[in-house]
Structure formats: C-alpha cells, structure tokens
C-alpha cells in the first residue's frame, strides 16, 4: 500500500513501460478525468493510483469502486450515497463515493459494465461536480478528479450504443494504455526477482535463490494472458513450492489445476458443466467451433456385421484426436476448441489413450 506521500510501485525497464511510465507522468498534474485501458492483470489500479499520487491531490482521498462487483442499484448508492428512507432498509443517510473522494479522486474499475442511468449520473459530476443522492433533492457539490478503467473498446460500445458517447467524450481527455507483458518481456526477470524476493520474505527464507536458467526459458516463452498478476501467481507458487531454499528453483507451475487426477467429463455425462462460449477478437461471445460428423458409411459397423463396439468407439476418437492435432500444428489448445472441448478435456482424453508422449508438447 502506497503512502500517502509516494506514488505505487512500479516495476519495468522495458522501452513501452518507460514511455507508460512518461504518459502518467505528464497526465497526473492535470486535473481532468482519465481514462486507463489495458488487459486484465497490466495493473490498472496501480496507474490510476500513481495518477493519484503524483497530482496536486497526493494529500487528499483515493477512493476506489469496482462498477462491476454491483448490481445497478446498489451501485447507484454507492456511488451518489443516498438519504433516509430512500427505500427499504435505508434507516440513516448514506455518503456515497464522490463526497468521499471530494478534493482527491475516485477510481472507477470496469466502468464499461456501468448501466446507462448511472453513465448519465457520471457524467453530470463529471460536467457540473454535482448531483443529488438517491431519494433526495438537495444538490451536492463536490470537486473530484474521476479516472476510470477497463479493458472493453470503449469507443466500440459507444458506437454501438451500450455506452454513452458523451460520457466518453468526457472522460476521455487523455487515455492511458498500459501494454501487456507479452509486449514488456524484457521486463520478466526484473519482475520476477520482484515477486520473488518479497515472497521468500514472507515465508521468513533468507534470500531468494532465482530460477534455474530452464524455468526462466520457460517463464520468458509463456504468453500470460493473465499479465503481470498471472506472473505475480506463479512466481510465489514456485517459491513456496521448492524443496530447496537455497538452490535455483527449476519447477514452474503455470495451470494449478493441471493433475493426471483431475475428473474428466465424459462425452454424454449430462453432470458435466457447460463450457462458456469463446471470446472473439471483440469481447464478444462467440460459439465453440462444431466438429463435423462422418459420412455414415465412414463408420465402422455402419454398414452392416459384427464389431466391437467399444473398440471402435476408441479408434474413432483417437482418429479425431490425432487429426485435430495436426490440423493445429500439435497446439493443444487450439486442437481442444477445434473439437469443442476445453483444455483440460482435452488433455484427458489424450491421456486416456496414452498420446500425451506423441508430438503434443505444445499447450
């Protein structure tokens, strides 16, 4: 937690996190509202608070709300405060996040899922620095920087009306976008020494003894699409989970529930849950590609005689296995959406038929 007189730590050398670093460094003194875009894990948090902390503000409050961990109404209270009797339950006056934040600044967390009510509630403090609470009439003014944070294309919702343009007219002064860490590699074993110093402190070790050169290969090749707080994760699993404290670690742990005992479900097995559909390019949600049924007179037995149900049941899907993979180059993941499954539905059945050793390496 950083204090009120320093900024948040930061840690990077690379060439886009120093030019990061250079664009908040310019927009914090200024005092209108900004928006910090970037994937989930890049630490939006972190630069709206160094925003913050670097601003003429420093000495007054950071108020933070996360817009998506709200229903509506609640987030309209929480936000606006509101006044006794204002509903069921609202037995005293409630002061809500804007006058808290008065003469600091309120950060807005995936202020993309606010409902459109509360955009245009937003967007009147934002013009005018006031508003009136819920259930009542009296107007309060309040002088508040907002910065706000998501990792949606803003400019595509507005198009498309899920979000109020003039709202991102407004809160778009300057725009903040922190690059993912595939982008900032160069950074990896800087970040690395980071997380793991502080986590050999934790567990009361003397030092930390860094990544024997093989698992730094392996953490220096991973794409972390979970970003800086994925690698933040697997970073102390492996600190916490080597046997030596004092020799090079040289086991990494990237899928915590990768186990040969985790239960597969099988085809059929109505218990099993529903996979969620695939994210486009977009966000949008986008349906599992179909595996294509054979020709009837492909299958075994189809035409007619004796066989052995079983039996011709795996050939089939070790068939189907083998092909995907070499559709998707041996890319397990990909071969697992080609045939409607997930990964780890798909890593099962591959063990289930012993053809983890093939040329599968590939996640």
């Not at 955009?119 to 920087?145: A, C, M, N």
């Not at 730094?216 to 707080?229: D, E, F, K, T």
């Not at 529930?257 to 559909?277: I, K, L, N, W, Y």
């Not at 068939?319 to 890319?331: D, G, V």
Request: proline content about 7%.
């Amino acid at each position: 937690m950083a204090s009120s007189s320093s900024p948040p730590s930061l840690v990077g050398q690379a060439a886009s996190f120093l030019q990061l670093m250079e664009h908040v460094s310019r927009a914090a003194p200024l005092n209108r509202p900004t928006l910090v875009i970037g994937e989930r894990g890049t630490g939006k948090e972190l630069v709206a608070a160094r925003l913050h902390y670097l601003s003429a503000r420093w000495d007054k409050p950071f108020i933070k709300l996360n817009c998506a961990a709200l229903s509506e109404t609640l987030l309209e209270t929480e936000l606006f405060g509101h006044e006794q009797g204002a509903f069921t339950g609202a037995a005293k006056r409630h002061v809500g996040r804007f006058e808290l934040a008065d003469g600091g600044t309120l950060f807005l967390d995936e202020i993309a899922t606010s409902s459109a009510s509360v955009q245009e509630k937003i967007l009147r403090v934002v013009e005018y620095g006031e508003f009136e609470r819920v259930g009542g009439t009296q107007t309060v003014s309040v002088d508040v920087r907002v910065v706000g944070a998501t990792n949606a294309d803003l400019p595509r919702m507005a198009a498309a009306g899920k979000f109020r343009a003039d709202l991102l007219d407004r809160l778009s002064f300057d725009v903040v976008t922190i690059p993912p860490l595939r982008s900032r590699s160069d950074d990896i074993p800087m970040l690395v020494d980071h997380f793991g110093i502080a986590m050999a402190r934790e567990l009361g070790r003397p030092f930390f003894p860094g990544f024997a050169p093989k698992a730094m290969a392996q953490l220096l090749a991973y794409s972390w699409p979970g970003n800086i707080r994925e690698l933040k994760n697997v970073v102390e699993r492996a600190v916490y989970r080597a046997q030596g404290a004092e020799r090079p670690i040289d086991e990494v742990v990237f899928d915590p529930f990768d186990s040969p005992f985790r239960p597969t479900p099988m085809p059929g097995d109505r218990r099993a849950v529903a996979e969620p559909a695939l994210a486009g390019d977009d966000g949008a949600a986008v349906e599992a590609p179909a595996v294509a049924a054979p020709p009837v007179g492909s299958v075994p037995g189809a035409s007619g005689g004796p066989c052995n149900f079983l039996e011709q049941v795996a050939d089939f899907e070790k068939a189907l296995l083998r092909a995907a993979l070499e559709r998707n180059q041996f890319h397990q993941k990909r071969a697992a959406a080609d045939l409607g499954l997930n990964y780890h539905q798909f890593r099962g059945y591959l063990r289930k038929y012993d053809l983890l050793d093939r040329r599968t390496a590939v996640g």
